[in-house]
C-alpha cells in the first residue's frame, strides 16, 4: 500500500493563548473555510523542516516546532493531517500564499470560525493539549515569582 502524503500544520499560539487561524483562497471547495497553516511534506524532508518552510512560504514567519499534538486526522483519501504546536521566533504573520485572511482566535473565540470539518478534530485536541500544559494564570504565576 502507498504511504499517505503527510499534511503538516501548525497550532500556532501566542503567549495569551490565542490560535492562529488561516482562511483557505483555494481550491474552490476548500475556499472560504478556515484551517490550521501548512502543507504537504514534500519526498526525503523531515516533517519539521516542512512545517518550517510552509510557514515560511504562507505566512512570512520564522518559527519553530515545539511539540507534536498527538493524533493523525484523515483528509482526503491518501492524506493526513499531523499538527504540531509552534512558537513564532520572528515577523507577523500575513496570507500570502493559499489564504486571504488569518485571525488569532482567543480560547473563547476558537469556534467563532469555519474550520474544514476534518481540522475540527485536530483543533480541539490541540487546544486541549495547550491548555493541559499551561493552564490560565501560569505565565502570570510565573512572572510573579521572577521566573
Ligand atoms: N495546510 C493545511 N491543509 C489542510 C488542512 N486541512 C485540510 O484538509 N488540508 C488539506 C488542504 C489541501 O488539500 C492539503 C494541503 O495542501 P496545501 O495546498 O496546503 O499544501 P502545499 O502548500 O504543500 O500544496 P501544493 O500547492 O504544493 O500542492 O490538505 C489544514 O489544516 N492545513
Known amino acids: 500500500m502507498t ?3 503527510v499534511v503538516v ?3 500556532l ?3 495569551a493563548g490565542r490560535l492562529l487561524a488561516a ?3 483555494a481550491p474552490p471547495d476548500l475556499a472560504g473555510r478556515w484551517e490550521l497553516p501548512g502543507g504537504k511534506v514534500e519526498p526525503g524532508e523531515a516533517p519539521e523542516d516542512a512545517l518550517v518552510r510552509e510557514l515560511r512560504e504562507e505566512l512570512g514567519v520564522e518559527a519553530e516546532p ?5 493524533g493523525e486526522w484523515p483528509l482526503k483519501p491518501g492524506h493526513v493531517l499531523r499538527v504540531w504546536t509552534v512558537r513564532l521566533l520572528s515577523g ?3 496570507p500570502l500564499e493559499d489564504h486571504d485572511r488569518l485571525r488569532w482566535l482567543t480560547p473563547e473565540e476558537t469556534w467563532d470560525v469555519d474550520w474544514l470539518d476534518q481540522d475540527v478534530p485536530a483543533v480541539r485536541t490541540a487546544r486541549a493539549a495547550h491548555a493541559a500544559r499551561a493552564p490560565r494564570g501560569a505565565v502570570n504565576t510565573a ?3 521572577g521566573e
Open 66 to 70: 515545539v511539540a507534536r499534538v498527538p
Open 23 to 25: 482562511r483557505r483562497s
Open 143 to 145: 512572572r510573579s515569582r
Open 9 to 11: 500544520a501548525a497550532a
Open 13 to 15: 499560539l501566542d503567549e
Open 92 to 94: 507577523t504573520p500575513e
Open 3 to 5: 504511504p499517505p502524503i
